[in-house]
């Protein structure tokens, strides 16, 4: 069984401050690791993954993301936050054995303060 | 290049009326998934398709939920009776590969509100 822990529902950071949104998995077999954002009335969109090689992920609009097996994590990150990037992220795991039958943590609203 | 289309974006319906949801998934899709979005429970599965054919609907909540997909370019997820509880926003995706990439395209989702 999976399962997605993101530590806190709400974050708040200062525009051009450092975002860090973080969440952790459990898989019993090696997992791949998705990060979506869901803009004020919209679906979710894909922002970075991981499947199998570096472990550093690049995703869109300056996210990134990096695996680290032996602390079960899948931060995300960014250097300097923007405004536009106040959205609601998810972190999900999906195992290679259940295809695209993703596991969602509950998400992680981050607010941008001018 | 159109994405996943669901209708009615919004609808308000009284407690014991059916509502029908709405899918037009990304033309050559072949994975087709119904979530159900609240506040207390976060994003919940409900079902998903392949080629048309349901694999797991072990998430529909009870049986005033059903689901069907009479072909590739179209889904419908209908509740009857509807109940208050079953306000939320709920989100179609669809997805091309299974097992490698894991990407789902989400539709901007029908929100019900039942009074």
């Known amino acids: 069984a999976q399962s997605v822990t993101q530590l806190g529902s709400h974050v708040s950071v200062s525009e051009g401050a450092l975002v860090l949104l973080r969440c952790n998995y459990s898989?019993?077999?090696?997992?791949?690791l998705f990060w979506y954002v869901q803009y004020p009335n919209q679906g979710l969109q894909l922002l970075l993954k991981?499947?199998?090689?570096?472990?550093l992920v690049k995703g869109i609009n300056g996210f990134e993301a990096e695996f680290k097996k032996s602390e079960t994590s899948f931060h995300l990150t960014k250097p300097s936050a923007h405004m536009s990037d106040a959205a609601e992220y998810f972190c999900?795991?999906?195992?290679?054995?259940?295809?695209?039958?993703?596991?969602f943590g509950g998400g992680t609203r981050l607010m941008v303060k001018p | 290049d159109a994405g996943v289309i669901q209708s009615p974006r919004h609808e308000v319906t009284e407690m014991g009326q059916e509502v029908t949801l709405r899918c037009k998934p990304i033309?050559?899709?072949?994975?087709l998934f119904w979530y159900r979005q609240t506040m207390m429970r976060g994003l919940e599965l409900l079902i998903y398709?392949?080629?048309?054919?349901?694999?797991?609907d072990s998430g529909m909540p009870e049986d005033r939920f059903s689901a069907k997909m009479p072909n590739a370019s179209f889904s419908t997820l209908k509740i009857q009776p509807s109940e208050p509880r079953d306000s939320a926003v709920y989100f179609c995706?669809?997805?091309?590969?299974?097992?490698?990439?894991?990407?789902?395209?989400f539709g901007e989702g029908s929100r019900l509100t039942v009074l």
């Open positions: 995706a669809s997805s091309l590969t299974r097992g490698i990439t894991g990407e789902l395209f």
């Open positions: 898989s019993s077999v090696p997992p791949y």
């Open positions: 991981y499947t199998t090689g570096a472990t």
């Open positions: 999900a795991v999906s195992d290679q054995n259940a295809g695209n039958m993703l596991t």
């Open positions: 033309s050559g899709h072949d994975y």
């Open positions: 398709f392949n080629n048309n054919v349901p694999i797991d």
